[in-house]
């Protein structure tokens, strides 16, 4: 379990992770952002600063990070699960789609070859 619930951060230059983590939170804070000026931004790595020294909690750090992300627009919204099976079943192809397809159809002809190989081994004992 992590000590944060995941947050999917985008840097300015589009390069995508996710913050689980006191860790976490300085390296996303070293990478790229808008504007490393603003209030927030400036706020929170004063606080993941002092969190890894051991004067406040990384908690505390971790929701700065959060506030000044959202302010900057750098947090991933995540869709909600009923789009993301939406856009998958969408792309499922009907050419490709066989509801009765066997279940692991090489495992099944393995076996089967193997049965007949010991039916001819028997066959000349």
Known sequence: MTPFPPVLFRTAR??????????????ALAMAWPSKDCE??????CLAEQAGQGWCT????FDAFVVAAHKQGRIVQPGKLRDRVARELAAIEPD??????????????????????????????
């Open 14 to 27: 589009g390069y995508e992770f996710h913050v689980l983590s006191l860790h976490d939170v300085v390296r």
């Open 96 to 125: 490709n789609f066989n509801p009765l397809r066997r279940a692991y159809p090489t495992r099944l002809r393995t076996r089967e070859v193997r049965k007949a190989v010991a039916m001819s081994h028997k066959s000349h004992i």
């Open 40 to 45: 927030f931004y400036r706020s929170a790595a």
């Open 58 to 61: 990384p908690r505390v750090a």
